[in-house]
């Protein structure tokens, strides 16, 4: 079976499932495989940050205040003037 013969194929598969209603259902079935894949990923990425030192609740990050936000834009504007 040529590739233009396999399009064709999944267009119509595509067109009838469309009219059978279960195109939406597999296609929310795809998303939720692909958000619990995100979200294994995105765990297992924070726990290596973690091991590393470099998670938001890491020591001493909770004691360093936010940089004042004008001073920030006062020494930017510094900077790009020189």
Known sequence: MGF???AKKFAEQAQQEAKDG???A???G???QAQAKLDEVQT??????Q???WSDTSEGAAEKPAPDPEA???AA???AAT
């Open 72 to 74: 920030t834009a006062d």
């Open 4 to 6: 233009m013969d396999k």
């Open 51 to 53: 091991k590393k030192g």
């Open 22 to 24: 279960t195109l939406k």
């Open 44 to 49: 297992q990425f924070n726990e290596s940050q």
């Open 26 to 28: 597999r296609a929310k």
């Open 30 to 32: 795809i998303a939720d």
């Open 77 to 79: 504007e510094a900077v």
